[in-house]
């Protein structure tokens, strides 16, 4: 399908890898609208020029009404998070991807692009386990959710009528992600910051221009079936931060897993007690003891899809961002 002259709905429009996305497919000459939660991030995406339907994915009408003419559905909305909730995560994530891609079958909608997660594969994996390796929820809400999000999205693929693609991206960074740019440099600032056992836990990164450009190949090539998108490499916790660090000044700190892991599962359950969201979760430290990376290989092969921002050029961008935005003190390190 070419991408250019299509018409393509991205769901979380306003979001980090929507809100880029977006751009991405209108550079390519796609008519690019959204379906997007009221609030600023409604307010983000009309900012850059698009069309937004302020909605609910959970919802059979607005989910109508943001399909309707389209020929790709790029779903990037979901919660993401360390972990919390399983029902709230259930209907958002499973719900809401459901919702979505019924609407689009019965709009004619050519194809249905699912954003899932590596995290499907849980926090213990083989080395370089590939699409057809085992998935795992070990409890994990988010984990356990992704896994659900794409079976149920199975059986509707109908190959001719309504293609369906499932992307499982690795850890998206680049100015303006949360969890990977954004909390880290926060914490650091405060002096909060600190690596389980010395940070030898490995980061599957992707810029999030990689990420698009391999939605974009999904969509370009008519690519059905499940696609890991990341780096490809293993990179180690204490190098990707190592990169937050010197740009904000700070010295990255290790403490033992052990000791995190217990604190943590004191601290969530006390926030949640009187109704507030912990700063962080135990499962925020098994993000960080990963121990292998994820294999590219059958997006490379099929999709001819390489990495096409490198760590090193993706942290400089995040850097001057970082900058700009206020993220670094005046005394973190520059270029």
């Given amino acids: 399908m070419n991408v250019r002259g299509s018409s393509v709905v991205v769901t979380g429009l306003g979001g980090f890898i929507g809100l880029r996305l977006a751009e991405v497919l209108r550079d390519a000459g796609a008519s690019v609208r959204g379906l997007e939660l009221a609030g600023p991030a409604v307010e983000r995406a009309r900012a850059k020029g698009f069309e937004v339907i302020a909605g609910n994915v959970t919802s059979a009408a607005s989910a109508t009404e943001a399909v309707r003419g389209a020929d790709v559905v790029v779903h990037t909305a979901a919660i993401v998070g360390e972990g919390g909730d399983l029902e709230q995560y259930r209907a958002v994530n499973v719900g809401g991807a459901v919702t ?29 386990v590939a699409e057809d390796g085992p998935t795992r929820g070990e409890g994990n809400a988010y984990c356990q959710t992704k896994i ?43 002096g909060l ?50 990169h937050l660090a010197r740009m904000s000044g700070t010295t990255l700190r290790s403490v033992p897993s052990w000791l ?74 520059r270029g």
């Fill in 260 to 333: 995190l892991l217990g604190a943590f599962s004191v601290i969530a359950p006390a926030f949640s007690a009187f109704g507030k969201e912990p700063p962080a979760r135990a499962d925020a430290v098994r993000y960080l003891l990963r121990p292998n990376a994820y294999s590219i290989e059958k997006a490379k092969a099929v999709l001819g899809y390489r990495p096409l921002v490198s760590l090193e050029d993706g942290m400089r961008g995040v850097e001057s961002w970082a900058r700009a935005e206020g993220l670094l003190s005046q005394g973190g390190a």
């Fill in 100 to 128: 979505m891609a019924r609407a689009a079958k019965a709009a004619g909608v050519r194809r249905f692009v699912h954003l899932s997660s590596v995290m499907v594969h849980g926090f213990s994996f083989p080395p370089n």
């Fill in 193 to 242: 910051f600190a690596l389980p056992d010395g940070g030898t836990g490995v980061i599957n990164h992707v810029h999030v221009d990689s990420l698009a450009d391999g939605i974009r190949r999904t969509i370009e090539q008519d690519a059905s079936g499940t696609f890991c998108l990341a780096d490809g490499v293993a990179t180690s916790c204490r190098e990707y931060f190592g």
């Fill in 148 to 190: 659900e999000s794409e079976t149920a999205l199975g059986p509707l693929h109908e190959p001719g009528r309504f293609e369906l693609t499932i992307v499982r991206p690795g850890d998206v960074y680049g100015p303006g992600s949360i969890p990977w740019v954004v909390r880290p440099l926060q914490l650091m600032k405060q």
